[in-house]
């Protein structure tokens, strides 16, 4: 009798350990069984997700980049990934301690502004009355946001899930004289020397060489239970190698060596 009670308490043991954590991905990325996401952060999210072998089930649901924010403090099943982390964010999330990717600080892309030094603050192109557009609720770094939050008057804000997207095409239709994105986005979308033709890119002097974006979780028991799953899997060798090759080429050559060095010293990876 006794080694059947036994033998069931292992077996309830076993069940509870398998258990998968489901996890709702807030996100404007929709999947489509039969079209790979273009997107990197959201194809290492999924790599992720694969390395955990069935102990995280994640759900992608549509939300703008205001409103995702709102979910996670709504939903405790709720987790966002590349995100820039701040104080003001860590005190909504739970932010893994490693990231996910990282990037070339976001650049001032202009049109038709020939006259621009390479490198400007901020402030010189307020006071130059540049009509700047940036998206709302999205982070670009601390300074940057800091600015923006204490000139919000002196930049168009566009608002929504296709609010980078719709800002890029401004720019472009002449709309806006810039915009605050990353270089490597915006020449994917223009391939051509032609079609960059009239752009010019500048470094922002509030912003640093590069940017993480980790995953942010709900502060919940289920947020940190997809957390530690998350960071296990980031904490990983082969993991971090994967990450390391594919962020290989993705940027301008210049920029590459930055790009990854931060990574191995986010990951104590020793020379």
């Known amino acids: 009798m006794r080694c059947t009670v036994v033998a069931i308490m292992l077996l309830v043991s076993v069940f509870v350990k398998s258990e ?5 991905i807030i996100s404007d990325y929709s999947p489509d069984s039969n079209i790979a996401p273009t997107d990197l952060a959201t194809q290492l999210l999924l790599k992720l997700e694969l390395t955990l072998q069935g102990k995280l089930v994640l759900a992608f649901m549509p939300a703008s980049r205001k409103r995702e924010w709102r ?3 709504r939903n405790s099943k709720a987790c966002l990934y590349n995100k820039v982390k701040t104080p003001e964010r860590e005190a909504m999330a739970l932010f893994t301690p490693y990231p996910l990717m ?3 600080a976001n650049r001032l892309i202009l049109k038709d502004q020939p006259n621009i030094p390479d490198t400007i603050s901020l402030g010189t192109v307020v006071r130059m009355g540049l009509n700047i557009g940036v ?15 204490a000139n919000q008057s002196a930049f168009w804000v566009a608002q929504g899930n296709q609010s980078a ?3 890029r095409t401004m720019l472009s239709q002449g709309k806006l004289d810039g915009i605050i994105e990353y270089s490597s986005v915006f020449i994917t979308e223009h391939p051509s020397a032609q079609a960059l033709n009239g752009y010019t890119f ?3 002097e509030e912003a640093g060489l590069t940017i993480f974006g980790y995953i942010a979780c709900a502060k919940s028991n289920e947020g940190k239970k997809a957390i530690d799953l998350l960071q296990s899997a980031l904490e990983r060798p082969d993991l971090q190698q994967a990450i390391l090759n594919a962020h290989t080429g993705l940027f301008f050559e210049q920029e590459e060596p930055f790009i990854i060095r931060s990574l191995h010293k986010a990951y ?4």
């Open 71 to 73: 979910e996670l403090v």
């Open 20 to 24: 998968p954590i489901y996890v709702d």
């Open 268 to 271: 104590n990876i020793q020379h």
């Open 135 to 149: 998206s709302e609720g999205r982070s670009y770094g601390q300074e940057i946001d800091n600015f923006i939050a």
């Open 165 to 167: 997207y719709r800002l």
């Open 102 to 104: 990282s990037f070339p």
């Open 202 to 204: 500048h470094a922002i």
